[in-house]
């Protein structure tokens, strides 16, 4: 079995840089890859790398470089915009071997001496969260506020092509081997804060992430539990008819034989369908994929296979084992025939319907093969193996170490159920995109342990809507099951809300899917990567942007009972932002942006919109058996969000074919919204362009103007054309239905039936639409009637606020406000008087 994508990281001319970029001496070669990132080699016997390794696979990354390299006696002086390197020819130290970051303001850090490790440095990611309890230790990024970093290759196993690898013949054509001569191999990183530039070519360096399939966007349904068949199905049908779309269904390990006879071991490894559960796995599949859902199947390979399994004989035959012997086929990935075969056997096993494997790889990273991780050699075979396959290419294992992001998705691993758990996995999730890594998966809810706790469930379930994959998982106690209908008001009514808006943010996430693809901007990124200079920015570890229009900071602490609400820290960049639910306006004018406090009820996240972004969503039905409850077809029916401001976006839309899908063939939509003082506000919503069959030739359209005011008298008439505002559809008068909810600051024109090949027009004059006040009396009252604290207080609090506005904040501090308890029924909670800044000052 050949594998092209296997072949294809190791051949070309892009291994290694223009040779006017490259500087050699005796036992050294300092290679410019680009004004910040220069290569550093030392070998004793004068032979270095020039081919691709586990990590690195590109060493041209495509970048004008305007260098200025001095030989100095047996060394080199190289002088970049960015960097000055000063080497003395020797062996490398920290006294012959340094460099400058230029443009680092603050630091005193900013030199790099041979063998310095960053103060600064971000972080990047972990190998698992199993058995994490809160926090875990993160290893390095390659961003750092002292402006470089250091990634040290010189023990990555290299990709070589060979026609024999230990004696066994290798029809791979390249595989991971041990470097012949031992060498001194780094890559220094010296951006300073350009963060996003040094991102990119960090992918440019190890390879870009790649496309994953619309249907993996949506929600997956995960259970380490015993189903049957008919249990399985029926499960999905309520979920259908309890309108809450799953677009993935993964089957953990009982969906082999897991009761096995002792002299075989452990039943954790497995390859044939357990038949009393499933006893028609090709029927089940195929109900499955009638159901709408993509299916993977849980494997843990560490025992090979065995004498019991289904496969044994063809693979015994493979590997040149009797099978009337009974011995078993050992795993052994650094063994090519193995390999081979083990590959053949998964597409055997997958033939009938299995969309792809999930990697449940646990026991370490030895080998026989010195240096090669068993989790590497899985992840990156597995993955290049579904590029042939005809499927979209997927795996869904463990982070293995630098390079990983080739081989999505990642498992984050079994967590305890607890808030601490909660807390981190958002802080968790952005530092892996400082590594490269964009596409975790969490266990949403916890995996195990942990006491049950409504409000926290509720919580996870929103924090994986906004999150780069929603998993829902638990562990095989019958009480752990995270389907919303086990759990009490509101929090299920919280939970299934949560499944229906991450269904609904398909087609943006999808449209940030290309974005991480082909422009290095993961879905999920720190704040300081656009604020770098802004020391806010490295404040709020769990707050993070969502794609290029949403900032979330995720509710990870508990409701407090007296406000019943939540409260939450974060930071605004310099601008005006808007609550992505209800359209209220939170005002950033510091030139460094805002610190605040964000108070929210359960059925409330907090999410920010940016000046001018625009969100488009598709329509998710409310179940009732409906067959499209959990469609990821490119949406007939578009709701798009759109926040005051000038913005334009463009959504992205493919077939589901990932090879026209890499080669560009997509079809493209671009919205803009400009709003004119004077003449009011224009969205427009573009022909789609490029490959314009992948569309649906006709749309619905419902533009959401949120945050807005509107001057309700500009309902239509009953012939559609509404008094006011103007809807054109190819530049002629076309009919729209117009309403306004006063709740969340929402104007919507609804446009029904629009040719994709046209453009569609919609003007509001000035005199119908203003940026919306926030309705600060409403938004008191609702926080003070849910308030668990004297009437007395509320009154109190309610007038002074009615009467002096924000002056009434003052008021009530002086009149013996928060923590002044022994005032009796004028006390006024801490938490409802923070709630209150909250509202008084957006």
């Known amino acids: 079995m050949a594998y092209e994508a296997f072949r294809n990281l190791t051949e070309g001319s892009r291994l290694i840089p223009p040779s006017d970029r490259i500087v050699m001496g005796e036992g050294w070669r300092v290679s410019v890859l680009t004004d910040a990132l220069i290569r550093l080699e030392w070998s004793r016997d004068g032979v270095f790398e020039d081919g691709a390794t586990q990590m690195v696979v590109n060493r041209d990354l495509g970048r004008a470089v305007q260098a200025q390299i001095t030989r100095r006696g047996d060394g080199v002086v ?367 809810g916890g995996h195990m342990y942990g006491v049950r706790d409504d409000e926290l469930e509720a919580r996870w379930y929103q924090y994986g809507a906004f999150s780069p994959i929603c998993r829902l998982h638990s562990s095989c106690s019958m009480f752990g099951g995270k389907e919303p209908w086990n759990f009490a008001q509101p929090a299920r009514s919280v939970m299934t809300g949560a499944l229906r808006l991450r269904h609904a943010l398909i087609p943006y996430l999808h449209s940030m899917n290309y974005r991480a693809a082909f422009e290095s901007r993961p879905l999920v990124e720190p704040m300081y990567w656009e604020y770098p200079q802004c020391d806010a920015a490295y404040d709020y570890a769990n707050e993070y942007r969502f794609g290029s229009e949403l900032v979330v900071a995720p509710a990870t602490r508990r409701i407090e009972k007296a406000c019943a609400r939540s409260r939450t820290d974060l930071w605004l960049p310099h601008g005006d932002w808007f609550d992505f639910f209800d359209g209220r306006r939170y005002r950033a004018d510091e030139a460094d942006g805002r610190r605040l406090s964000v108070w929210r009820s359960l059925d409330h996240y907090p999410v920010f919109a940016r000046s001018g972004a625009i969100v488009p969503m598709q329509c998710v039905p409310d179940g009732t058996g409906r067959r499209a409850w959990n469609s990821t077809d490119n949406p007939r029916r578009l709701r798009v969000l759109a926040f005051p401001g000038d913005g334009e976006f463009v959504m992205i839309e493919d077939r589901g074919d990932w090879e026209t899908a890499q080669d560009g063939h997509v079809a493209s939509t671009r919205m803009e919204q400009i709003w004119d003082e004077d003449g009011g506000v224009f969205f427009i919503v573009d022909a789609v362009c490029g490959a314009a069959r992948t569309a649906p030739p006709y749309r619905d359209w419902t533009i959401v103007l949120r945050g807005v005011e509107f001057a309700e008298s500009g309902v239509p008439d009953r012939r559609g054309q509404a008094d006011h505002v103007t809807v054109r559809l190819g530049g002629l008068p076309c009919p729209a239905t117009v309403a306004y909810d006063r709740a969340t600051l929402s104007l919507s024109v609804a446009v029904r039936d629009v040719p994709s090949s046209d453009m569609l027009w919609l003007h509001i004059p000035s005199s119908l639409i203003s940026l919306a006040d926030n309705p600060v009396e409403e938004d008191v009252r609702g926080l003070l009637m849910s308030a668990q604290m004297s009437n007395v207080g509320k009154d109190l609090a309610y007038d002074a606020l009615m009467r002096q506005g924000k002056l009434g904040l003052a008021t009530l501090r002086a009149y013996g406000g928060a923590g002044a308890e022994d005032e009796g029924e004028a006390y006024v909670p801490d938490g409802v008087m923070a709630a209150l800044e909250e509202i008084m000052l957006r």
């Open 78 to 444: 190289v002088e970049t915009s960015a960097l000055r390197l000063e080497y003395d020819g020797a062996p490398f130290s920290r006294e012959g071997l340094s460099i400058v970051v230029k443009g680092v303001p603050g630091s005193q850090h900013n030199t790099w001496h041979y063998g310095d490790v960053p103060r600064g440095n971000l972080k990047g990611t972990a190998r698992t969260l199993d058995g994490a309890d809160g926090g875990v230790d993160l290893g390095e990024g390659i961003l750092s506020r002292d402006g470089w970093s250091v990634l040290d290759d010189s023990s990555g196993n290299v990709l070589r092509s060979v026609d024999e690898v230990n004696g066994q013949p290798n029809v791979f054509g390249t595989w991971p081997m041990r470097r012949e001569h031992p060498q001194t191999d780094l890559y220094f990183f010296g951006y300073g804060l350009r963060f996003i530039e040094a991102i990119d070519d960090f992918h440019r360096l190890t390879g870009p992430v790649p496309l994953l399939p619309r249907w993996a966007l949506g929600n997956w349904w995960s259970r380490f539990h015993r189903y049957t068949q008919s249990e399985y199905l029926t499960l999905m049908d309520r979920f259908r008819d309890e309108g809450m779309p799953f677009t993935v269904a993964v089957l953990d390990m009982d969906w082999h034989i897991t009761d096995v006879d002792a002299e075989y071991g452990s039943g954790w490894t497995g390859y044939t369908w357990n038949r009393e559960l499933f006893p028609d796995p090709g029927r089940l599949l195929v109900d499955l994929h009638r159901r709408g859902l993509k299916v993977t199947l849980n494997e843990h390979p560490r025992d090979g296979i065995r004498a019991f399994e289904d496969e044994y004989v063809p693979m015994a035959r493979d590997m040149g084992v009797d099978p009337s012997s009974g011995a078993a086929v050992n795993f052994d990935p650094a063994n090519p025939r193995f390999m081979d075969a083990y590959l053949r056997m998964h597409d055997r096993i997958a033939a009938d319907g299995v969309d792809f494997w999930w990697i449940d790889w646990q026991q370490g990273a030895v080998t026989r093969q010195p240096g090669l991780d068993p989790l590497w050699m899985l992840n990156h075979m597995q993955y290049l193996a579904s590029t042939q396959s005809g499927r979209w290419p997927l795996t869904f294992s463990r982070y293995a170490g630098i390079g990983s992001h080739r081989y999505p998705i990642g498992f984050s691993g079994d967590t305890v159920v607890s808030w601490q758990s909660l807390d981190f996995q958002p802080r968790f999730t952005a530092t892996a995109s400082n590594i490269g890594y964009g596409w975790w998966s969490h266990d949403i």
